[in-house]
């Protein structure tokens, strides 16, 4: 009887796995590894460069052990990840900061080399003794300590079988390097003097030391900003994770209190919240009342009244009363954990643009060597003799070093961040930029953005029969200076605008979800929504009646005040325009674009607000992992969507836009998921940053334009052997100095133009 010899049926049940990967240092890198994990059988991996995780759906027999070895076989590194490795910033600051010694090392030394690596091939009469010995020691260090990263990675692309643009840098580092060596060395040059400066430099000893360390200067700063955006890439994730609560306070079924670590809470038992404390998980009020502040995960700007049977969600903040909460969700299960999720699936699709130039050189690479290896043959076949046929392949190999690709982005980018500063608008990465170009719908999150995001009195109307309108202010305000509630501190703050010293309340007493009362001025004053009146029996005169149902038809919040029995006032408050509103909407209205008024507020306020700036469409009453869903149904109806919003609950959806806009004095979330910051306190920025957004595009398109243009016309004249080593370095020099004029005209960026 034989054994069958065929691999075991692997299971249908699958899990997902999140594994933190490192040695990345570009998007093809995260290609590189997605491709590795997805030859196993049954895998389907997706890579997020921008936060080193790589998240895999694999049959249950893999395990993360064995996903782990996939990628280091890859050249990686791997570890199972938690939430914590997820938005550890250590790697990507331990990356950057080692970039950073390295460009420091390679600048101090590149200048002097490079003016004496010149003098010394092209006047050999300034030649001293040891000079040979005075270039290595300059050039070393740049060749070997600062590009190793370089090395690295170009020999961990060939042992997977797979070149990039490492690949081309280090081979011609290395070869300039080896040849210089054998100049200087193994076949030194007779001393001559040329005649005039063309004859010197044509005539030049093969010494080549400065474009090895130019190249490297050059790759490196570029490697350095990136690896910096990498970073930035993952501050949503980080500041969402801030958010939780780490500690605990837990009830015993004795009734004692344990402070435990927010991980060790479990489903069903039961925690405190106390006022100004964050509520720890998903859970059901058993005991107590407060103000929530719930801003963060809904989108309200009027905080949450919640009792007993009342939902708190993790992550929002007790603003008033003591609760004794009910766990109903802990861990991964949670909303916020979820709105993590959210951000890290939106991040995750966005890397195509920036695998783009990788993607070209897993063709462009392959195709160069291949040049260089034909011309040094053909031109040995010819009967050149060494020095012709070397230096002929070594000016294909130095012409083609993607400098000026490799600057053509990063330099427009920085100019354009510094233009963009000036104009208080800040861009993150070219994803803002190619998408920016086929915008044809805007989303404005409503609180924060079109608004000031602070409660305010709008409208006062009295019955002037009792009292004037400044003593009933007086009087509001000194009772509702006892309250924390946020209408109370708008009332507070709009009577001492008016009294600077208002009357003390005596006798006071909040009423959870309805008003406050207390003694002002000897008089029994008492304040709060329609329910508490009508509880109180109090009698309200039909003017006034009016005019509280007219407030709230706009989607202002009214309360009545009442003295001594008797209602005298209706206060309205509400969260006020920005000025700029109107007009950076009627600006998008004119460019074509399409608004949308997208909020967690209830329906009344948000069309109030979208009547007042113009906007035709309103979606309303809607949480988080909903806009992140109206998102995406634009998107899937065939729009390109830029969201513009300010709050925690923004993040989700400003990931998942293909454009995502954040108010710069928001939230880290929103600022951390968006693609582009307004830091200026003026929506005009809005249409701004767009406009900015396609000149810096056609700047970038206009660089890659010259750089592939550069190295198509000069290649075949290197192959011609025409080309001189030094000359082929010093256009290599004018490519990337022409990226860099080229960039540099953005500074004169006037926004309407």
């Not at 030049?204 to 930035?232: K, M, P, Q």
Request: charged share 20%; proline share 4%.
């Amino acid at each position: 009887m034989t054994k069958s010899l065929a691999a075991p049926e692997m299971s249908t049940t699958t899990e997902r796995v999140r594994l933190a990967v490192t040695g990345m240092s570009c998007a093809a890198c995260s290609a590189r590894v997605e491709k590795a994990l997805n030859r196993l059988d049954g895998v389907t991996a997706s890579v997020n460069f921008a936060t080193g995780i790589a998240t895999v759906d694999a049959p249950t027999e893999f395990g993360p052990d064995r996903l782990c070895e996939t990628v280091i076989e890859a050249g990686y590194g791997a570890e199972p990840a938690t939430r914590a490795v997820a938005v550890d910033t250590g790697p990507e600051d331990r990356v950057a900061a080692d970039l950073f010694r390295r460009l420091v090392v390679a600048l101090l030394l590149f200048f002097p080399l490079a003016d004496l690596s010149i003098m010394f091939a092209t006047v050999p009469s300034t030649r001293i003794t040891g000079w040979q010995v005075i270039l290595l020691v300059l050039a070393l260090p740049i060749v070997v300590w600062s590009a190793a990263p370089l090395h690295r990675r170009a020999l961990a692309g060939l042992r997977t079988g797979s070149t990039s643009m490492e690949t081309l840098v280090s081979l011609g580092v290395t070869a300039a390097t080896l040849w210089s060596i054998v100049t200087l060395f193994a076949r030194p040059a007779p001393v001559r003097e040329s005649h005039g400066v063309w004859a010197a430099i044509l005539g030049a000893d093969s010494i080549y030391l400065e474009v090895a360390g130019g190249v490297t200067v050059f790759v490196l700063a570029g490697r350095y900003f990136e690896a910096r955006a990498r970073r930035r890439a993952g501050g949503a994730l980080r500041a969402l994770a801030a958010l939780g609560a780490k500690d605990v306070t837990v009830l015993t079924p004795a009734g004692d209190e344990i402070t435990i670590p927010v991980e060790e809470l479990t489903e069903g038992r039961r925690f405190l919240v106390r006022p100004g404390e964050t509520v720890a998980t998903d859970g059901l009020v058993v005991e107590g009342g407060s103000s929530i502040d719930a801003s963060a995960m809904t989108g309200e700007s009027t905080p949450v009244e919640v009792g007993p049977g009342g939902a708190v969600i993790g992550g929002t903040v007790c603003l008033t009363g003591r609760l004794v909460v009910e766990a109903g969700a802990v861990g991964e299960d949670t909303r916020l954990a979820g709105m993590i999720r959210l951000v890290e699936e939106a991040q995750a699709g966005k890397a195509a643009l920036q695998r783009l130039a990788d993607r070209i050189a897993g063709v462009f690479v392959p195709a160069v060597l291949t040049v260089t290896v034909l011309t040094l043959a053909g031109w040995l076949v010819a009967g050149a003799g060494i020095d012709r046929s070397v230096g002929a392949a070594l000016a294909v190999l130095v012409i083609a070093c993607p400098c000026a690709l490799g600057l053509a982005t990063p330099t427009a980018l920085m100019v354009a961040s510094g233009r963009g500063a000036q104009l208080g608008i800040f861009i993150k990465g070219q994803q803002a930029l190619e998408t920016s170009r086929t915008v044809d719908t805007v989303v404005f999150d409503k609180t924060g953005t079109l608004t000031e995001g602070e409660m305010t009195v709008v409208a006062v109307h009295t019955d002037d029969t009792v009292a004037s309108e400044a003593e009933i202010l007086a009087l509001a305000g000194g009772v509702e200076s006892g309250s924390e509630h946020a209408v109370a501190a708008a009332i507070t703050a709009h009577a001492r605008a008016r009294h600077p010293e208002l009357p003390p309340v005596s006798e006071f007493e909040a009423l959870p979800g309805l008003g406050a009362r207390g003694i002002v001025d000897g008089r029994a004053a008492l304040i709060g929504r329609p329910a508490l009146i009508e509880a109180q029996a109090i009698t309200v005169p039909a003017a006034l009646s009016r005019a509280l149902d007219r407030e709230q038809r706009h989607g202002r919040t009214a309360v009545y005040f009442c003295l001594d029995g008797r209602a005298v006032a209706v206060i309205a408050v509400a969260d006020t325009v920005r000025p700029s509103a109107a007009g950076a909407v009627a600006r998008l209205h004119r460019m074509g674009l399409r608004t949308l008024l997208l909020t967690g507020d209830n329906a009344c306020a948000a069309q109030a607000i979208a009547d007042e700036i113009g906007i035709a469409e309103v979606i309303a009453e809607v949480l988080p992992e909903g806009k992140v869903d109206v998102v995406r149904q634009l998107q899937d109806g065939g729009r390109r969507v830029a969201m513009v919003g300010d709050g925690i609950n923004d993040g989700p959806a400003l990931a998942a836009a293909d454009l995502g806009l954040a108010i710069g004095r928001g939230t880290d979330v929103a600022i951390g998921a968006a693609d582009i910051i307004l830091v200026r306190d003026d929506l005009a920025a809005v249409p701004d940053s767009i406009e900015l957004a396609h000149a810096t595009l056609r700047t970038i398109r206009g660089n890659m334009l010259w750089a592939f243009g550069y190295n198509v016309a000069a290649i075949p004249v290197a192959v011609a052997g025409v080309l001189n080593p030094l000359i082929a370095s010093a256009a290599m020099a004018f490519s990337s100095f022409f990226v860099v004029w080229n960039s540099l005209r953005l500074r004169n960026f006037r926004a309407g133009r």
